[in-house]
Nanobody
Framework: QLQASGGGLVQAGGSLRLSCTTS????????WGWFRQAPEKEREFVAA????????YYADSVKGRFTISRDNAQNTMYLQMNSLQLDDTAVYYC???????????????????WGQGTEVTVSS
């Protein structure tokens, strides 16, 4: 139901913008988020945004470099990634919660729907 796109190969210091949209009918959701999984590492939280009020959350590692946003009319979420670093290399997944408010959008368990992932590779 979720489709992530926009990944690719970029040099360190460069930028990419990821997108996530629904592939079927729109569904009620309290928040959407981005997670990433680097090779041989656990999946980790990157950023999240509450759909109704736009409140955002970021992992410390991306604060000031990444910006999450959403387009309610298009049911699309974006992740603008600037000043990319080598350790940003990962498969990026988008996820969405159900309609109920959750207290912690940094946990994978808060999310009910997941996209297939888009690969980001940062080269030196």
């Amino acid at each position: 139901q979720l489709q992530a796109s926009g990944g690719g190969l970029v040099q360190a210091g460069g930028s990419l913008r990821l997108s996530c949209t629904t592939s079927g009918r729109p569904f009620a959701s309290a928040a959407w988020g981005w997670f990433r999984q680097a090779p041989e590492k656990e999946r980790e939280f990157v950023a999240a945004i509450q759909w109704r009020n736009g409140v955002t959350y970021y992992a410390d590692s991306v604060k000031g470099r990444f910006t999450i946003s959403r387009d309610n009319a298009q049911n699309t979420m974006y992740l603008q990634m600037n000043s990319l670093q080598l350790d940003d290399t990962a498969v990026y997944y988008c996820a969405a919660t159900g309609p109920a408010y959750r207290s912690n959008y940094q946990r994978e368990s808060a999310y009910d729907y997941w996209g297939q992932g888009t690969e980001v590779t940062v080269s030196s």
